[in-house]
């Protein structure tokens, strides 16, 4: 991944609950850029996914913290944009190597807190694929700046 003009190193941790299949927490840890542009938190890093006994495939993914929503995109084997603001939903697809799904995500809540070297969100959504409601979640994203360790 190519170093963006004035950014700095992030470790991102995401963290998923899924509420009404499991309340099993999630944890996620990825290496990536942080960098403050046109007034958002933006963090860029890249996710690797199992390929049914292939080798990983790679998504590049993005993450946008504004004031009041959180936008996520990603590229690659999984490739989408979801958008996050309270009372409102959002429609998109959902493409995987399995195939595309049409994506439903109404937010109930987001809220984002910048300190000097970490930035922490908070979202709670209700997801549907295909017009079928999928399950609750509630997603926890923590980005520490700095010098990470490799």
Not at 12 to 37: A, C, K, P, W
Not at 65 to 72: C, K
Request: proline share 3%.
């Amino acid at each position: 991944m190519k170093k963006a003009e004035n950014s700095q190193k992030a470790e991102i941790r995401i963290y998923s609950t899924q509420h009404d299949i499991s309340e099993e927490r999630v944890e996620n840890i990825y290496t990536g850029e942080y960098r403050f542009l046109a007034g958002a938190h933006v963090i860029t890093y890249e996710e690797f996914f199992q390929n049914e006994g292939n080798l990983p495939v790679k998504s590049t993914s993005l993450i946008k913290v504004g004031e009041n929503y959180i936008h996520i995109a990603k590229k690659g084997a999984i490739t989408t944009q979801m958008h996050f603001e309270p009372q409102k939903k959002y429609y998109g697809t959902y493409q995987t190597p399995f195939g595309s799904f049409d994506m439903a995500i109404d937010t109930e809540h987001v809220t984002s807190c910048w300190q000097e070297h970490e930035i922490s969100a908070k979202l709670q959504y209700f997801l549907s694929l295909n017009n079928c409601p999928v399950s609750k979640y509630t997603v926890q994203i923590a980005i520490i700046l700095g010098e990470i360790s490799d």
